[in-house]
């Protein structure tokens, strides 16, 4: 355990940056050089750590630079988003290598994205894991609930596309994706409560970063906001009609954000545009 823990924060370390010698890993991560070096070792001898260049000499002898091989694996990250996925295919530095959009097949909806799959793992022989992420509740991999795709309910579709498709599978709420982008690439995000919003004529929700852990709760439904009643009311904020003017939609959303505010009182809160025709 530990020493998977020493290995993913040096290959961490060596994803930030094009190329660093051993005592740079070292020192940058706070482990020792043998433990560096054995890590180093068994990545080169795995095939995604290369001899990247020789670093200049500081009057001694020159130091080995060691890098990570971009496209030793691919990764296709696809977003279920209303009438369409979205994907992109990235090496494990992050780069695009290809990305695009088809529109759902609403009754083969499950066969269309496994198919999907191994079309692309044809395609690219490296690619070793899919992340897929759709509006819901999701609970290790199971949708327990969405209303945008009710065919999938009940289905463990971490457990089907493995099984299918060979590879590795993770499978979360969009918004909660979303929050997880936030709590890797973005500073300051690593203390108090920080919030992804995003809203649009299909629904709206939240992803919650809290002391920088994406919190879920009990069986993934933080976030639901959509779920929340108006006062006394029997509805749910989620199947309200919204307003289709500019000035209407503000006045909604800002309600249901002053709520998230009043609850939680979030450090930061990132909005993302509507990702369909919304007024913006």
Request: glycine content about 10%.
């Amino acid at each position: 355990m530990v020493r998977t823990i020493n290995s993913e924060m040096i290959w961490d370390y060596l994803y930030k940056t094009d190329s660093a010698t051993i005592p740079m890993i070292s020192e940058a991560t706070g482990l020792s050089l043998p433990t560096v070096t054995r890590a180093i070792e068994h990545g080169r001898i795995k095939g995604f750590i290369i001899n990247s260049s020789i670093a200049d000499s500081t009057g001694g002898r020159k130091a080995q630079l060691y890098g990570i091989y971009a496209n030793f694996l691919y990764f296709i990250s696809i977003l279920l988003d209303n009438e369409d996925i979205f994907y992109t295919i990235r090496n494990l530095k992050g780069q695009y290598i290809e990305k695009g959009s088809l529109n759902i097949e609403r009754n083969n909806l499950l066969s269309q994205i496994k198919n999907f799959i191994l079309q692309k793992k044809a395609a690219y022989p490296q690619l070793n894991g899919a992340s897929i992420a759709l509006p819901g509740i999701i609970s290790r991999g199971n949708l327990i609930l969405s209303w945008q795709f009710g065919e999938l309910n009940g289905i463990n579709l971490a457990e089907y596309f493995e099984s299918e498709c060979g590879i590795n599978i993770v499978i979360e709420n969009n918004l909660r994706a979303c929050a997880k982008g936030i709590r890797r690439y973005c500073n300051n995000y690593d203390t108090g409560v920080n919030i992804a919003f995003e809203f649009g004529h299909s629904g709206f929700g939240m992803g919650l970063v809290i002391n920088g852990e994406v919190f879920s709760g009990s069986n993934g439904a933080a976030g639901e906001i959509g779920m929340a009643k108006i006062s006394n009311s029997e509805k749910y904020l989620g199947y309200n009609s919204y307003v289709d003017s500019f000035n209407g939609a503000i006045a909604f959303h800002s309600k249901n954000l002053t709520s998230i505010i009043a609850i939680l009182n979030p450090s930061n809160i990132v909005i993302y545009p509507p990702s369909d025709d919304f007024p913006t």
